[in-house]
């Protein structure tokens, strides 16, 4: 199994910071690569597919880059709204396997 | 609109089995793949497996293998994910999640409610 390795596990950042989240496959995934944001007690939602590409609906201070084994989410003017845990998810091998998540605060 | 309602919270003892569904509505059953994904409390997102609800077929994650039964009734576009042998460590949210690209496998784009499921004696 593939397996995608998050950092951080947790983080704290002041509204309007930059965020950053890793992604790292245990092997080449190309950009076979989601990522979700999970509010508690909600299901998650898609926010990003083939690494880059925003889910329609979704606020344009989300993004994704990479490919490969080494993947990037960024939220650049971090809100209160996003205050979540946010998931990887690789599709490049069954079976589908989820990164162990990053629990986004407000400092 | 795409929607997915599941089945109530169950609770269950050890070594017993629970059957969990979810109706769609909203789009054409039969073109999109159906995945479970499981989340114990506290705990990161696990997948478990996926339908293809046009010809039934199956693929499981080997952890699940022998435990996990997946089918559909293309009649009340329903899916179902059923598992036995319940342990402690089975006590989940399950959500079942439909495909976001039409014939394809790769990405739960809209998701169910969820269901608890509890395990104990």
């Known amino acids: 199994d593939i397996q995608m390795t998050q950092s951080p596990s947790s983080l704290s950042a002041s509204v309007g910071d930059r965020v950053t989240i890793t992604c790292q496959a245990s092997?080449?995934?190309?950009?076979?690569l989601n990522w979700y944001q999970q509010k508690p007690g909600k299901a998650p939602k898609l926010l990003i597919y083939?690494?880059?590409n925003l889910e329609t609906g979704v606020p344009s201070r989300f993004s994704g880059s990479g490919s490969g084994t080494d993947f990037t989410f960024t939220i650049s003017s971090l809100q209160p709204e996003d205050i979540a845990t946010y998931y990887c998810?690789?599709?490049?091998?069954?079976?589908?396997?989820f990164g162990q998540g990053t629990k986004v605060e407000i400092k | 609109q795409v929607q997915l309602v599941q089945s109530g919270a169950e609770v269950k003892k050890p070594g017993a089995s629970v059957k969990v569904s979810c109706k769609a509505s909203?789009?054409?059953?039969?073109?999109?793949?159906m995945h479970w994904v499981r989340q114990a409390p506290g705990q990161g997102l696990e997948w478990m497996g996926i339908?293809?609800?046009?010809?039934?077929?199956?693929s499981y994650a080997q952890k699940f293998q022998g435990r996990v039964t997946m089918t559909r009734d293309t009649s009340t576009s329903t899916v179902y994910m059923e598992l036995s042998s319940l342990r402690s460590e089975d006590t989940a949210v399950y959500y079942c999640?439909?495909?976001?690209?039409?014939?394809?496998?790769?990405?739960?784009?809209?998701w169910g409610q969820g269901t608890l499921v509890t395990v104990s004696s």
């Open positions: 999640a439909r495909e976001r690209y039409y014939y394809d496998s790769s990405t739960p784009g809209y």
């Open positions: 909203g789009y054409t059953f039969t073109s999109y793949y």
């Open positions: 339908i293809n609800p046009s010809g039934g077929s199956t």
């Open positions: 092997q080449d995934i190309s950009n076979y």
């Open positions: 083939d690494a880059s």
């Open positions: 998810q690789q599709y490049d091998n069954l079976p589908r396997t």
